[in-house]
Structures are given as structure tokens and as C-alpha cells.
């Protein structure tokens, strides 16, 4: 069983910080990616940012230059600084990371994405 506990959500004002923690436990043999999604009211989940094992960024274009992704694989955590938020990112914020249970499935690539429950970002003055 993999866990994945999320926090630092919260009310900011306009132009604020936040910075948000995902923490992977449990059994599982690596992690490949981890990664951060958002869904706001009414819309579909959308990918924010993620991270490669090895450090590799990929940001979704209303986040460049103002959201940084980063991961202590050490820890199995992953962490999304946001700054200059705005109303429009507002949501609920999910982790996600892709592994491998195994080494039999390391060796045969077959990945298991994991979920964490979300955390809530509101952006409102």
C-alpha cells in the first residue's frame, strides 16, 4: 500500500506564496515521476508541473516562471513552490507519482500511478 500525504494548502491573497509538500510512503520499490495536478470547480484535472527521478521539469504553460517543482528523493517527497498567485489557480491541488511496485516490474517497465486526496488553494482577496 502506497500513501501519499499532501499539505500546505491554503487562503492567499493576490501576488502570494504558498508552497506545497507531498510525502510518499509505503511499499514501493522507486519512483519515476512526481508530479502535481490541479482541478478547479467545474473543470477537468490538468497537469501543473512534474519532475523526473533524475531532476528533468515539465511545467504547464500558465505556471512557467511563477510555480517551481522540485523532489528530495531521499524523502519521497515532491514540492511545488507557487508564487505570484493568482485568482485563476485557484483549486484543489493533487499529487501524483509514478512507480514501480517491484523490481520484477522495474524490469518490465509496468508503472502504478499513485494519488494523493488533494489539498485546497484558494487565491482571493
Known amino acids: 500500500q502506497v500513501q501519499l500525504v499532501e499539505s500546505g494548502g491554503n487562503l492567499v491573497q493576490p501576488g502570494g506564496s504558498l508552497r506545497l509538500s507531498c510525502a510518499a510512503s509505503?511499499?514501493?520499490?522507486?519512483?519515476?515521476?512526481m508530479g502535481w495536478y490541479r482541478q478547479a470547480p467545474g473543470k477537468e484535472r490538468e497537469l501543473v508541473a512534474d519532475?523526473?527521478?533524475?531532476?528533468?521539469?515539465n511545467y504547464a504553460d500558465a505556471v512557467k516562471v511563477r510555480f517551481t517543482i522540485s523532489r528530495d528523493n531521499a524523502e519521497n517527497t515532491v514540492y511545488l513552490q507557487m508564487n505570484s498567485l493568482k485568482p485563476e489557480d485557484t483549486a484543489v491541488y493533487y499529487c501524483?507519482?509514478?512507480?514501480?511496485?517491484?523490481?520484477?516490474?522495474?524490469?518490465?517497465?509496468?508503472?502504478?500511478?499513485?494519488w494523493g486526496k488533494g489539498t485546497l488553494v484558494t487565491v482571493s482577496s
Open positions: 501524483k507519482i509514478r512507480g514501480f511496485k517491484n523490481a520484477w516490474a522495474s524490469l518490465r517497465g509496468i508503472a502504478t500511478d499513485y
Open positions: 509505503g511499499n514501493i520499490f522507486s519512483i519515476n515521476v
Open positions: 519532475i523526473t527521478s533524475d531532476g528533468r521539469t
